[in-house]
């Protein structure tokens, strides 16, 4: 079991920055992937963004097109902890924020996807003001 805990949210002006934290804790070595996605209200749960670890490798990141250029998704091991840097934002990014993890490998590709995700935080919410 791995136990997922996001921080970082709260109130930003268009054009600001936040970075959300993910913390994870429990079965941790086992985590292959860990995904951002965000839910507006009366809306779906979307994709943002996705970083697997592919052992020495390194790592491999996705993100959805309406981020892209202004997020950056990034772990350190050591604190077990995933980052989503969000810079440049504008009110169409407010949304409440999940993080996800999966312990499975699969293509790069399906990491859009909240289903291929069983592990899920609690959520938090980032609000952007014009």
């Known amino acids: 079991q791995v136990q997922l805990v996001e921080s970082g949210g709260g109130l930003a002006q268009a054009g600001g920055s936040l970075r959300l934290s993910c913390g994870a804790s429990?079965?941790?070595?086992?985590?292959?992937?860990v995904g951002w996605f965000r839910q507006a209200p009366g809306k779906a749960r979307d994709f943002v963004a996705a970083v697997t670890w592919n052992g020495d490798g390194g790592d491999s990141t996705d993100y959805a097109d309406s981020v892209k250029g202004r997020f950056t998704i990034s772990r350190d091991n050591a604190k077990n902890t995933v980052y989503l840097q969000m810079s440049t934002l504008n009110p169409e990014d407010t949304a409440i924020y999940y993080c996800a993890a999966r312990d499975a490998v699969t293509l790069l590709s399906a990491l859009k996807f909240p289903d291929r995700y069983p592990y899920w935080g609690q959520g938090i919410q980032v609000t952007v003001s014009s």
């Open positions: 429990g079965h941790t070595f086992t985590l292959y992937a």
